[in-house]
């Protein structure tokens, strides 16, 4: 409780940095005064999102303000943009996992999940969550958007037979398979017929 007084008391004289709020706050969460802790995190999270080079304290904050407020979407998302900017590319996946979970169908999500994977070069997982992305625009009759994101997957996936498809590029689908048909007869030995 001494601790308490004295960083409080440190914080009234506005002599405290970063680091004490986080402290104070975190005693604060360990003593169960989770609204004073709120108090102090809500401010910090204030000052810290203005300032240049403080990307680890915001961090530290907003993964205080998450375990205080578990349901609040914004926090995650705010967490997941400042991990991003850490280039933290797996801990950002983590929490974009989650909130892909539990919002299936929300391509904002989804594009970061994608640059995500990016990042990571995972460009399978890349190429898969363009599927999704895609898809999600076609079921909304989006079919600009759609089209873009089978662009992109032909970008990386030349020969992609569904985006192919779903293009209309007949030309490049017809010679694709008859490319693979090609190469299976090639394959075929006197005994298999």
């Given at each position: 409780?001494?601790?308490?007084?004295?960083?409080?008391?440190?914080?009234?004289?506005?002599?405290?940095?970063?680091?004490?709020?986080?402290n104070l706050s975190g005693i604060l969460m360990d003593q169960k005064m989770n609204a004073e802790a709120l108090e102090i995190l809500e401010s910090l999270k204030t000052k810290l999102q203005t300032k240049k080079n403080v990307l680890k304290d915001l961090e530290a904050c907003l993964m205080m303000f998450h375990s205080l407020k578990r349901d609040d979407i914004t926090i995650l998302v705010e967490l997941v943009e400042t991990r991003i900017e850490m280039k933290k590319w797996e801990r950002a996946l983590i929490l974009l996992k989650k909130l892909v979970s539990q919002d299936r169908k929300n391509i904002s999500f989804l594009k970061r999940l994608a640059f995500v994977y990016k990042n990571m070069?995972?460009?399978?997982?890349?190429?898969?969550?363009?599927?999704?992305?895609?898809?999600?625009?076609?079921?909304q009759g989006n079919l600009v958007y759609r089209n873009i994101y089978y662009h992109k997957i032909l970008k990386?996936?030349?020969?992609?037979?569904?985006?192919?498809?779903?293009?209309?590029?007949?030309d490049q689908l017809r010679e694709n398979i008859d490319n693979k048909i090609e190469n299976t007869d090639s394959k075929i030995k006197m005994m298999d017929i």
């Open positions: 409780m001494t601790g308490i007084y004295l960083l409080k008391k440190i914080k009234d004289m506005n002599r405290a940095d970063h680091k004490d709020l986080l070069d995972d460009i399978k997982n890349y190429i898969k969550t363009f599927r999704v992305i895609a898809n999600l625009y076609s079921e990386h996936l030349p020969n992609d037979i569904e985006a192919l498809s779903v293009l209309n590029m007949d």
